[in-house]
């Protein structure tokens, strides 16, 4: 195993700047700890002539066409590029088929087409690892596979989106709109121009079912992932939630019901503020493991950025240097069972809600009425202090029921003259 | 690969039994995420006829004396006697040098002869792993080896000893004394009836040494670690610092200094209440790596108890079962440098004081000239109200020196005749 590993990268955004500087920089620590030289030989961008703040070997090969990579004579793959279709998906699929091995940060590739990847890295006895493509510099994937795999999964339970978390820990610290805190997540380099992929939830929806198909043997189902977004948290609901003992979090949440199937779901939720991933500030990711032997156990680390995430991509590179032993989905492709889906309605617990009503005589007693005939029990009702000539809001902790009886009640209350906006309403995680 | 793994195991103590369930109850998950069966075929322990909850096949072989275990067709031994020397460290030794694999939760066999077992399971080409050895269920061994295995480690700060952690934990939310909470944590099993082990910081420092090598390619050091448990804190101290926004913990903290010294220390220190591992309370544990790529990643769950440790003793089990292909300490031990202790002295970081003196005039004035002559400048220093009739604690927290310097000046303080109780010192980590 003295052999060098000829790498080729395809991509050179910042993850991949930052691949290459840790290829550089830290030579002989990567080799001593893979047993072999990592020797990177072939690179493929966009615009060889933009300044990238880094130094690329004079002998190394440069390809215009990714897909020329897997001409050279590599080892492994890195691929950088991104998108769940497209040259990513033709240059990942072409390089186990002709047994290069492949490390990837792509998360839309994995989610949507795991499975076949795996079973052409199976039948090539090929090797595809992807680290990087949840959650940036904690190795979510490999404790799984490696330093808890003796574990039953009982649930996952992450905040995988740092935008998010960025956004909703701004709301609740400086008390401001959501579309102010997305204006300074933009300023500040943590959100997208166009920030949908995170905000809408298909990010973490992405990462989530990544997660789901190696804590439960499942295939990825990205499809049945129950999915919602951020946009429709408002300033009144951090305050209201904060004022109750709780923050407000985006999270991924993978849990097997006990008739089989398994529930994922990606929404805001409300945690009480003293729960582990409550205290995740900013951009920071946090992964919340629950296994029958191991308890819980929590990773909280970078979520992206450029060293963070090439911290993953390089730590799946050393374990392909040393002659990876472990299967892409931790089992064999062909075990891996379809994934039963649960729908949220499957799960009962406490939901916050918060209505914006006019301040009338008898306003309690339509809105009680209304949960008496879902038979949805209240835990709490707080009628919040309001300005003149404003709304008031209701805010409700009901008991556990499920999402299922809430909205039916909510459809019934929205449709009560004396209510003003539409509805708001969150599980509460416990 | 898909001839059975033959395992015995040497102890069936606490961990041995939740290993030997792990091994009954989920024998097909394991085998699905192995790649192959794994099979208990003998086991030895003092007493065959102790009921331990646990039903052992009848075909299993019993080995009164656990050096018989080597001479039974098996491929991996799992120590679990524990100790640095004696039966333990026999049964080790003898089952690498006849090429049967090790997996063990003797954190100090491994701080001890680590170098020495490395060295001949390269020789024999054999594996030994040592997951359960640090930090119970956490599978902070694999993680370092693997999952950020590209990083160039900085410093390491963990709480590792759930004992300390309780008693600190109680001594701070019930405002009890440190003999009251001892005794509640051996009470609830958190404690041994011979607790100095624990709270004297030598297995912490066992811990330290082994994540110290992993961290910085060094050979494993235990006898430089700087040691210092908590037998000292008192409740005035929980109650100040708490005061003060501090919490404190024993930590056991490793770091590399620019002249290529490595500080390795365990102590009590004050940690802001904010900060990650001050969040961490009762039994838990908490480990925060530092890396220059990953940069901060916590890892925090079960330190100790049966599953939890089975579950990283089964994980390891899994890796040896696939054929892992990681060198003992990540890299060979031929390449593991002697470690160049530093003492604490090298570290420059504020300071926490208290002293308890007679309630006279002019001693703040003989003291502050003590400090001055020392040249520590004081950042803050608070007077604490006290009891009519009982000494006045005088609270200090010095910009940043040495412990050198702090213990310098607190040996002149002494020596003042204001003086009631010799002087508390603990450095605050930042």
């Known amino acids: 195993m003295s052999e060098p590993l000829r790498i080729a990268i395809a991509g050179l955004g910042t993850v991949g700047r930052g691949v290459v500087k840790g290829l550089q920089q830290d030579a002989a620590l990567l080799q001593a700890r893979a047993g072999r030289p990592l020797q990177l030989v072939a690179v493929s961008a966009r615009d060889k002539h933009k300044d990238r703040g880094i130094a690329l070997p004079a002998d190394i090969v440069w390809c215009e066409d990714a897909t020329q990579l897997l001409e050279q004579p590599i080892d492994l793959l890195v691929e950088l590029i991104g998108g769940a279709h497209g040259i990513a998906k033709t240059l990942v699929e072409g390089a186990l088929a002709k047994g290069i091995d492949v490390v990837t940060a792509n998360k839309a590739l994995i989610a ?50 740092g935008t998010c978390n960025y956004i909703l820990s701004h709301m609740q610290s400086r008390g401001i709109a959501f579309d102010e805190a997305l204006a300074q997540a933009q300023a500040q380099g943590f959100a997208e121009t166009d920030p949908s992929t995170d905000i809408d939830g298909m990010d973490t929806a992405h990462k989530l079912a990544i997660l789901t198909s190696l804590a439960f043997g499942t295939q990825p189902a990205l499809e049945s992932v129950q999915l919602r977004g951020i946009r429709s948290i408002d300033a009144l609901d951090i305050k209201a939630a904060s004022d109750l003992g709780f923050r407000i979090k985006l999270l991924g949440v993978a849990q097997p019901l006990p008739d089989g199937r398994i529930l994922q779901r990606v929404e805001p939720c409300l945690l009480p503020k003293d729960a582990p991933l409550a205290r995740i500030i900013g951009a920071f990711n946090a992964v919340q493991l629950e296994g029958h032997a191991l308890g819980r156990l929590l990773l909280e680390g970078q979520g992206a950025g450029e060293l963070p995430t090439a911290s993953s991509v390089l730590s799946d590179i050393l374990q392909i240097a040393r002659g990876s032993q472990t299967e892409v989905f931790t089992v064999p492709a062909a075990e891996l069972q379809p994934l039963a889906p649960a729908t949220a309605d ?13 301040d009338e005589a008898g306003v309690l007693a339509a809105i009680a009425g209304v949960f008496a005939k879902h038979t949805i029990s209240v835990e709490s009702l707080i009628q919040r202090e309001h300005q003149p000539d404003a709304p008031t809001s209701i805010v409700i902790i009901t008991h556990e029921c499920s999402a299922a009886a809430v909205q039916d009640a909510l459809s019934a209350i929205a449709a009560l003259p004396i209510v003003t906006h539409p509805p708001q309403h969150l599980p509460i995680q416990e």
């Open 112 to 161: 949507k087409h795991g499975l076949q990847l795996a079973q052409l890295a199976e039948a090539h006895h090929t090797d595809l690892r992807f680290d990087a493509a949840v959650a940036g510099g904690i190795p979510i994937i490999d404790v799984m596979q490696h330093g808890v795999a003796a574990n039953r999964f009982e649930r996952i339970c992450g905040i995988l989106n």
């Open 346 to 358: 499957a799960m009962q617990c406490r939901h916050y809600i918060r209505l914006s009503v006019r």
